[in-house]
Nanobody
Framework: QVQLVESGGGSVQAGGSLRLSCAAS????????MGWYRQAPGKQRDLVAT???????NYADSVKGRFTISRDNAKNTVDLQMNSLKPEDTAVYYC?????????????WGQGTQVTVSS
């Protein structure tokens, strides 16, 4: 089993910054893609950013130029640096990882961390 634990959420005013972190632990041989998703009240969960083990990144158009995803493969961690935050960034942010345990790959989700941006 694999556990993902997020940290770093909170409340900030528009224009401010937050950094989210996610650490994966458990029965892990390797992790392929890691990413961040978010879900606002009454809306579906949407992709924010993803990063492969090789460092290739993908961002939602709404966060390009403001958010930066990074990872440490040795520590099985992924971070999301969020700058120039807007009220519409308010959501619960979830970490996701595709982990391989030498037998099979599975997708895992963290429990989510709240980000609130006030105007």
């Amino acid at each position: 089993q694999v556990q993902l634990v997020e940290s770093g959420g909170g409340s900030v005013q528009a224009g401010g910054s937050l950094r989210l972190s996610c650490a994966a632990s458990g029965n892990i041989f390797s992790i392929n893609a890691m990413g961040w998703y978010r879900q606002a009240p009454g809306k579906q969960r949407d992709l924010v950013a993803t990063i492969t083990s090789g460092g290739s990144t993908n961002y939602a158009d709404s966060v390009k130029g403001r958010f930066t995803i990074s990872r440490d493969n040795a520590k099985n961690t992924v971070d999301l640096q969020m700058n120039s935050l807007k009220p519409e960034d308010t959501a619960v942010y979830y970490c996701k990882a595709e982990a391989f345990n030498r037998i099979y790959s599975r997708l895992y989700w963290g429990q989510g961390t709240q980000v609130t941006v006030s105007s």
